[in-house]
């Protein structure tokens, strides 16, 4: 009976594997990890997305957009201090990850902005993403939607109850 239990357990412990790993996704030489976003109250008309990208090649990207079924349009953007004042601006020209490297897309840095919500983003739901990078191309991601205040995806964290900057009060810059 002992035996037909550590069986089950093992069982279970490989396909939570499978399935966390079923997240990534991969472009040209480019891997994306860990994709999530936090649920967004209602009335909401904006939500960020993170996630990390790591370059596996010997040649530089840059991811320049994304585009989503749930938002009017889908922005690059950087947050930073500036004089002790909060500022948030558009990367126009979008984020290079150079050879070798990993750019993680957090709150309170870069982050993709969902803007002009066509509905809210509930936690434990799944909203899908079409990330386009310069030379690897398109690929989709499924944003994890987390709780409102969460500060990382679920499984990586156990700071996920702390709240993190949002975007109210927030200037933008060109």
């Given at each position: 009976m002992k035996i037909s239990r550590v069986m089950a357990s093992a069982a279970l412990i490989l396909v939570s594997t499978i399935a966390a790993q079923a997240e990534d996704a991969k472009v040209g030489?480019?891997?994306?990890t860990q994709p999530w976003s936090r649920?967004?109250?209602g009335g909401a008309k904006v939500a960020g997305g993170y996630l990390t990208i790591e370059n596996k090649g010997t040649a530089p990207d840059r991811l320049l957009s994304g585009t989503a079924a749930i938002a009017g349009k889908v922005e690059l953007h950087e947050m930073s201090m500036d004089n002790g004042v909060m500022t948030m601006r558009p990367l126009d020209k979008g984020l290079a990850i150079a050879p070798g490297q990993s750019i993680k897309l957090a709150p309170g840095g870069y982050h993709?902005?969902?803007m002009d919500l066509k509905g809210g983003l509930i936690q434990g739901a799944r909203v899908?993403?079409?990330?386009t990078f310069e030379k690897a191309g398109k690929?989709?991601?499924n944003l994890d939607v987390?709780?409102?205040g969460a500060q990382a995806p679920a499984a990586s964290s156990g700071d996920a109850h702390k709240m993190a900057p949002?975007?109210?009060?927030?200037k933008m810059s060109k």
């Open positions: 030489d480019l891997l994306i649920a967004t109250p993709l902005m969902l899908p993403v079409t990330l690929v989709d991601v987390q709780g409102v949002d975007h109210s009060g927030m």
